[in-house]
């Protein structure tokens, strides 16, 4: 057998072969374990933000492992031109635990969305189609998804982009309104921004854009790739403020740490995607429908909805007793397990620091630590975390 390879010879690999655009640390990662990773070099770290918000459950669940063991040995992938039982399935679950709408399935957040963005225009009645969305937001790289995403940076040099989007400031209501005019057809937005910096919508925002929709005719849309499937502690982030939604998406978490997204909508609007107007070659295959299941069930069986919000509220009680003793901690945000420390300064150092001493976190929007742990997190392991990077944002203020 040959040996494996060092970080370093992966990375020259990378050099070689694969085009560099991502940022990426110096390190190969080789295994995972519920909040652990390991490296090539056999270093061991703590991870607050499995899979990019992908392993809510942690690296490699049991349940999800064996699942997907046996699929793979029954069916791998049919197309869409059949029916499977797993599909089916996977559908009524999230259905159930949400507003009793009906799924598309497809692979990944971007393509959630653009189903949606799709669905949008194709339900509305004409002269209609153009969606409201937020700065700030995040919705994903596809050209649809990226237009929906009012942050300029990701725009650059990509034009022209697609016609029918406009902005509004996040959390301002009358902005809002003064852009609905008789071309107006959605108003799409994450309950909670993540990419965005972990922001929280003020009080009777998402209840006000509800009102806005039900009186103008528009759909609302939210974007739940990243508060969906049980982050915030409860299935979906519009549970938490308890607005529901016509059209909802979702991704990162939705098929167990596989690649996943599916698209919720409500029945009588779903009924506009009529055979031949969408489609997704790999969506909702056996393979990561069986995963999701898995997932569900294991959040069921093991009550983990309850232990997120109870790992968020120590969380919480951790970075706010920081505040209070480091003024470099500007804000604390916790939703369950989305968790935002917002610095007064850039958080890079902060990342690479916490690194270094085993421990993996996030830093997004410059300044905002970013927190997207596992529901199996052990309390000693949050300690273990939080004393980390206590310890290095404390030092960095000296
Ligand atoms: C990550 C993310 C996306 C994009 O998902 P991909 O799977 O990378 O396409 C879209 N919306 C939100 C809110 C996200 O967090």
């Keep these: 057998m040959t040996r494996p390879l060092s970080s370093q010879e992966t990375i020259q690999l990378f050099q070689d072969y694969v085009i560099p655009n991502y940022n990426r640390f110096p390190v190969a990662l080789v295994r995972g374990e519920d909040s652990y990773v390991w490296d090539s070099e ?16 942690g690296h490699c669940p049991a349940p999800v492992v064996e699942a997907v063991r046996r699929q793979l040995g029954e069916l791998i992938h049919v197309p869409n031109t059949w029916y499977t039982e797993v599909q089916g399935q996977w559908a009524k679950a999230l ?34 189609y153009k ?26 040099g990509l034009g022209p982009l697609v016609a029918g989007f406009v902005y509004a400031p ?28 972990v922001r929280l919508p003020p009080a009777g925002f ?62 009588d609007i779903a009924a506009s995607l009529r055979p031949g107007m969408h489609a997704a070659t790999f969506g909702g295959n056996p393979v990561a429908a069986a995963a999701g299941l898995a997932a569900i ?26 505040k209070q003793e480091c003024e470099l901690v500007r804000d604390v945000r916790v939703a369950g397990l989305m968790i935002g420390i917002e610095l007064a300064i850039e958080g890079a150092a902060t990342v690479r620091a916490c690194m270094e ?34 310890e290095v944002i404390k030092s960095q203020a000296v």
């Design 42 to 57: 056999g270093n061991r770290y703590l991870d607050f933000f499995p899979g990019w918000g992908c392993g809510l459950l």
């Design 206 to 267: 998402l209840a006000g854009l509800r009102q806005l929709a039900d009186q103008h005719g528009l759909l609302l849309v939210f974007d739940e790739v990243q508060t969906g499937c049980g982050r915030t502690g409860h299935w979906f982030g519009y549970q938490v403020f308890d607005v529901t939604p016509d059209i909802m998406t979702l991704a990162k978490a939705v098929s167990g740490s596989l690649a996943g997204g599916a698209m919720l909508a409500r029945r």
């Design 357 to 390: 001493r085993g421990l993996l976190v996030n830093c997004t929007h410059g300044n905002v630590i970013r927190l997207l742990p596992a529901m199996t997190l052990s309390d000693e392991q949050l300690h273990q975390g939080c004393d980390i990077l206590a």
């Design 131 to 156: 969606i409201i969305t937020f700065e700030g937001s995040f919705h994903g790289r596809t050209l649809g998804s990226l237009t929906a995403t009012a942050q300029p940076k990701y725009h650059e």
């Design 297 to 322: 069930r294991m959040i069921e069986e093991q009550n983990l909805l309850e232990r997120a919000r109870q790992l968020g509220d120590l969380f919480r009680e951790r970075f706010v007793a920081l």
């Design 170 to 197: 996040y959390g301002d209501l009358d902005a809002v309104e003064k852009l609905i005019d008789a071309e107006t057809a959605a108003i799409m937005i994450e309950p909670i921004q993540g990419e965005g910096g």
């Design 95 to 128: 259905s159930q635990r949400s507003f009793g709408g009906q799924a598309f399935f497809c692979n990944s957040g971007t393509e959630a969305n653009e189903a949606a963005i799709k669905l949008v225009r194709l339900h509305a009645q004409r002269p209609r």
